[in-house]
């Protein structure tokens, strides 16, 4: 384990050089032009930042699968959150072929997300169910040896760009969530279009589309483990994903905290830097409190998740704690830096739409809080 911290460290290194001189200085032209960069892209493909989560053969860091990705996405995060999320959507649309495929799944599909560095979505969310999965009504029906899939899923992240789709559909709808099924669909079969582009409140610079199949051949080879277990597959995901999230969450607060900091040790006010006066001095005091127990919730549940121990309570504490934080953390820096703080001529106004989307995607945080009471409550 010595050895896999070490490359981490490593890794780390080049994650930060990277923001340094390519990821922030991009980060307000790419959220001003709502657009996904493909420098960024470029980027992090050469440093295995969209290879984290796969075995090692592909390029990943497989003893320390979660807390390479949170501490990743943190480290973008900070200045761009846009990028963040790139990490976060390679990695959850990968994840039910890298952990429910057979092999000839893997050497197929594992080999293109890796070598031929082609972007996946995870296809869950549609316009009438997000963190109520059982409500999905997309179908699979059984075709000889394929299934033909039908339905539209709503706000997919990299859905207008990604080749690999992994697709949550119904093939048994009367038996509940032991009717749904995971199928790899790819971007050029028949059937598959793209929807409408949504244009955002925050992380801009990340795509997020609608994804429409209509009577999508897909061979049965492409069904993802047993019929009837992609309820299983998709929250085990969770596990691996509100750590990250929550991590994406860190990352915006630190940015936002560095940014109150270095203005209220600059800005006077009645003779003193702002940063004496006691009700500013509280905000500073109450976020970096708060980005403090955010890394500690994160970074239990990416090592419980790296040990392969239950982290679903401490996953979904991380993902409500970390953003309800980011969120009250971004709207006092622009209290902090007033009229400033409104412009564009601060990142902190970024920040500030960046954060609200951890509060929803990934099991909204009302949700996280039921799966906590869950959690609490069994065997009790």
Not at 36 to 56: A, K, N, Q, R, Y
Not at 78 to 91: G, H, R, T
Not at 149 to 167: D, E, M, P, Q, Y
Not at 226 to 253: C, T, V, W, Y
Request: proline share 3%.
């Amino acid at each position: 384990m010595l050895k896999e911290r070490e490359e981490l460290a490593e890794l780390l290194k080049s994650v930060r050089r990277a923001v340094k001189e390519v990821v922030a200085p991009r980060a307000a032209e790419t959220d001003e032009k709502e657009r996904f960069d493909p420098v960024v892209e470029s980027l992090f493909w050469d440093i295995g930042l969209l290879t984290l989560t796969l075995p090692e053969e592909y390029g990943g860091f497989p003893a320390l699968t979660g807390t390479a990705l949170c501490h990743c996405v943190e480290e973008v995060a900070k200045s761009c959150a846009s990028s963040a999320l790139m990490l976060i959507a390679q990695a959850v649309g990968a994840f039910p072929i890298a952990h429910a495929g057979n092999p000839d799944q893997h050497a197929r599909y594992l080999t293109r997300l890796s070598k031929g560095r082609e972007l996946a979505a995870y296809c869950v969310t549609e316009p009438g169910a997000g963190s109520d999965v059982m409500g999905i009504r997309t179908a699979a029906r059984r075709d000889g040896e394929n299934y033909i899939l039908n339905g539209a899923k709503a706000l997919i992240t990299n859905g207008a760009i990604a080749r690999i789709f992994t697709v949550l559909a119904k093939t048994d709808p009367e038996a509940g969530h032991r009717g749904m099924s995971f199928f790899i669909v790819e971007r050029e079969s028949p059937g598959v279009s793209v929807g409408r582009v949504e244009r955002k409140l925050g992380q801009r610079g990340s795509n997020t589309a609608e994804v429409i199949f209509e009577e999508v051949r897909v061979p049965g080879a492409n069904r993802l483990g047993k019929e009837g277990e992609g309820f299983i597959i998709a929250m085990s995901d969770f596990d691996m994903s509100r750590p990250a999230i929550a991590a994406q969450a860190l990352g915006i607060a630190e940015g936002a905290l560095e940014c109150m900091l270095d203005y209220a040790k600059t800005r006077t006010t009645f003779g003193r830097p702002i940063h004496e006066h006691q009700l500013v001095a509280a905000m500073l005091a109450d976020a970096a409190t708060a980005i403090e127990a955010g890394r500690g919730l994160i970074y239990r549940a990416a090592e419980l998740y790296d040990s392969g121990e239950k982290n679903t309570m401490l996953a979904s504490m991380a993902k409500y704690f970390m953003s309800d934080a980011c969120v009250k953390i971004c709207t006092d820096a622009v209290q902090v830096l007033g009229g400033y703080g409104y412009t564009r001529d601060f990142p902190v106004e970024r920040f500030y739409r960046d954060a609200k989307l951890t509060q929803i995607f990934e099991g909204a945080n009302q949700i996280q809080r039921l799966v906590v009471a869950r959690e609490l409550t069994k065997g009790r």
